[in-house]
């Protein structure tokens, strides 16, 4: 991950990482959630993007930008006009090459108000999803109502604006039989790239879906056999929502 030989092959010596918290507030209640206070509207404060700006090093960045990943909560939730207030202090190095942005996002709150400002701030796009309806389950709402329907029009109004995104899917105990056909999901959809990332039982976490190790090692040999086949022709707004 570093750019730098780690010193005693554990500890890297230059940051290439830095996760922020815009808010803590999500508008989901996903059900393996580790984060508590998601309820909580806590807005970062603009002194402290303010003071994270001026402590960062340009040292740091030999090879390649300093990511600055928003996370949450919900980091849309705050509000594209607060958004934009926490990216201003990054401006200078953003424009000197040093940082890239990155926001990790359910995309159920993008508008045409927010595809604008992060194409105008150049921010990479992870979008937060499981696969199909019935792999994508443990990702509602706080009256328990899925999600996908609203992610999967955050992600179609990304295609209608051109606004390319990665996918990051949670995978559990029960979805690791079907990981072809998560796959073959994200084809569709077309994605920079995808990540995977198994369920853990951490922080405030209590849902019992993580794989098991025999589980986990069938998920990684049958990901490393196949690449999933592009879909024939490009994938258009019209063609995406027949998805669903």
Request: with cysteine; net charge negative.
């Amino acid at each position: 991950m570093d750019r730098q030989e780690p010193k005693d092959g554990w500890v890297a010596t230059r940051p290439s990482m830095i996760i922020l918290q815009p808010t803590s507030l999500c508008n989901l209640n996903c059900a393996y959630c580790y984060l508590p206070g998601r309820k909580s509207k806590n807005e970062m404060p603009l002194p402290v993007a303010r003071a994270i700006a001026e402590g960062i090093n340009p040292e740091w960045m030999e090879s390649a930008p300093l990511e600055l990943v928003w996370h949450g909560g919900e980091p849309l939730a705050v509000g594209p006009t607060q958004f934009e207030e926490r990216l201003k202090p990054f401006v200078a190095l953003q424009n000197s090459g040093l940082v890239q942005h990155v926001i990790q996002t359910n995309t159920t709150l993008i508008t045409d108000e927010w595809c604008e400002l992060l194409l105008k701030h150049g921010v990479a796009i992870g979008v937060s999803i499981d696969g199909p309806p019935t792999l994508n389950q443990n990702r509602v709402d706080w009256q328990g109502k899925p999600a996908f329907t609203r992610i999967m029009n955050g992600i179609a109004k990304l295609i209608e604006r051109d606004v390319d995104f990665n996918v990051i899917a949670v995978v559990d105990q029960a979805a690791t039989d079907s990981i072809h056909q998560i796959l073959d999901f994200f084809a569709v959809l077309r994605p920079r790239s995808i990540a995977l990332n198994l369920e853990e039982r951490e922080g405030v976490n209590l849902h019992d879906g993580s794989p098991s190790p025999r589980k986990a090692r069938t998920l990684w040999r049958d990901v490393s056999s196949m690449a999933p086949s592009p879909p024939p022709r490009p994938i258009t707004v019209a063609s995406l929502y027949k998805l669903w």
